[in-house]
């Protein structure tokens, strides 16, 4: 079935540091990716997506490239902020008319100090 | 726009006792979905709707029950707490299936002990 392999954390950096947390998964044909984050007590929300293969997510200065090569979709930030700190997961969707079902990773737990 | 929320936020109970988790949105998503989120798990999706009268299983069912009598509401009933329900509990909501946007919106969690 689906699924999806993400970076276990937890990851600690200083602030303006590079950040990757590496995505994988399995899945029938070339699903839409998403990233969502989850800042400290508060549900998740969707940090960026992806619907095709080759496109790139943006949003808060977090990118993602989707790459069917290797069935990647791994999120980076040239600059981290304190305020970056939170969990990250990386999630896809049913195939088929399921596409609202979501399969989400682990989480990566990121802790940014000053 | 309230989005999604849940009751309460905060909730502890005895082994045994039941009781029932609120969720409700104000943004007309035909898709409403239970998860549960534990440590070193990620989240864990218990039950769904896709619309008013209509619900199913998910990955981690037992233990839980689900009913969709109005596409705003979709309450999460614990029959008979067991401490390895000790989680924190995600409401969920989307558009339809193959609405161009199917981003998830989540509720800010109730956060659940079992003693």
């Known amino acids: 079935g689906d699924s999806v392999t993400q970076m276990e954390g937890p990851v600690t950096l200083s602030e303006e540091a590079f950040l990757t947390i590496n995505c994988t998964y399995t899945a029938t044909g070339y699903p839409s990716l998403f990233w969502y984050v989850q800042y400290p007590g508060e549900g998740l929300q969707l940090l960026l997506k992806a619907t095709k293969a080759d496109d790139k997510g943006s949003n808060k200065g977090f990118e993602a490239t989707y790459r069917k090569e290797t069935t990647s979709f791994h999120l980076e930030k040239g600059s981290v902020q304190v305020s970056d700190s939170a969990v990250y997961f990386c999630?896809?969707?049913?195939?088929?008319?399921?596409?609202?079902?979501?399969?989400f990773g682990k989480g990566t737990l990121l802790t940014v100090n000053p | 726009n309230a989005g999604v929320t849940q009751t309460p936020k905060f909730q502890v109970l005895k082994t045994g006792q039941s009781m029932t988790l609120q969720c409700a949105q104000d943004m007309n998503h035909e898709y409403m979905s239970w998860y549960r989120q534990d440590p070193g798990m990620g989240l864990r999706l218990i039950h769904y709707?896709?619309?008013?009268?209509?619900?199913d299983q998910g990955e981690v069912p037992n233990g839980y029950n689900v009913s969709r009598s109005t596409t705003e509401d979709f309450p999460l009933r614990l029959l008979s707490a067991a401490p390895s329900q000790t989680s924190v509990y995600f409401c969920a909501s989307s558009y339809q299936p193959g609405h161009s946007s199917y981003e998830q919106y989540f509720g800010p969690g109730t956060r659940l002990t079992v003693t």
């Open positions: 999630a896809l969707p049913g195939s088929g008319g399921s596409n609202y079902k979501l399969t």
């Open positions: 709707s896709v619309g008013a009268g209509i619900t």
